[in-house]
């Protein structure tokens, strides 16, 4: 099983700051098998990123991703106060599917 | 606009049954993987269980392999999860995903919002 470590738990950070989430998989994930979603609070998770960096329908490209390997990485260019969420990676390399903890952008 | 709606979730005692249906629309669902996604209160997400497009190919989490059972009805558009033998700790709130593909590893695009499940 592919373990992703998701870091920050919490990142607090203003509107209008950067952030960097990172996710970690142990193994390594290869093909760049990996997604980003991003979850509001009594909402159901929406796709952010997937295949590591391309941004899926209708994501703005204030949201990019890289990595590969064991380290992938979500940026949020400019927080927009709509941005603040939890964050989860995915990794669809081998099974089973597995998600990261999550990390929370919390206002600072 | 595809969308996904779940319905079967409540109240149910230990060792208790329950069938959850996702019903798809706007999408050719015969062409898709599906998956159930639960996540339990105030934690993260947790894979439960993958059907390929045909229905042919299942697959389980160690968690609920055994006591659940994933199905589709192509002709009805719609997903299943039975639940069997439930257990406190499966008390979630459980989401059906289409996958981007029929591959059954892979990303989901689209979400339902939800059923909750609580076993008391």
């Known amino acids: 099983e592919i373990v992703l470590t998701q870091s920050p738990g919490t990142l607090s950070l203003s509107p209008g700051e950067r952030a960097t989430l990172s996710c970690r998989a142990s193994p390594g994930v290869s093909g760049g098998f990996l997604a980003w979603y991003q979850q509001k609070p009594g909402q159901a998770p929406r796709l952010l990123i997937y295949h590591a960096s391309t941004r899926a329908s209708g994501i703005p490209d204030r949201f990019s991703g890289s990595g590969s390997g064991t380290d992938f990485t979500l940026t949020i260019g400019r927080l927009e106060p709509e941005d603040f969420a939890v964050y989860y990676c995915?990794?669809?390399?081998?099974?089973?599917?597995?998600f990261g903890g999550g990390t929370k952008v919390e206002i600072k | 606009e595809v969308q996904l709606v779940e319905s079967g979730g409540g109240l149910v005692q230990p060792g208790g049954s329950l069938r959850l249906s996702c019903a798809a629309s706007a999408f050719t669902f015969s062409h898709y993987a599906m998956t159930w996604v639960r996540q339990a209160p105030g934690k993260g997400l947790e894979w439960v269980s993958t059907i390929s497009e045909s229905g042919g190919g299942t697959y389980y989490a160690d968690s609920v392999k055994g006591r659940f059972t994933i199905s589709r009805d192509n002709s009805k558009n719609t997903l299943y999860l039975q639940m069997n033998s439930l257990r406190a700790e499966d008390t979630a709130f459980y989401y059906c995903?289409?996958?981007?593909?029929?591959?059954?590893?892979?990303?989901?695009?689209?979400w339902g919002k939800g059923t909750t499940v609580t076993v008391s």
């Open positions: 995903a289409k996958h981007s593909s029929s591959w059954t590893l892979y990303y989901m695009d689209v």
């Open positions: 995915q990794q669809y390399d081998n099974s089973p599917l597995t």
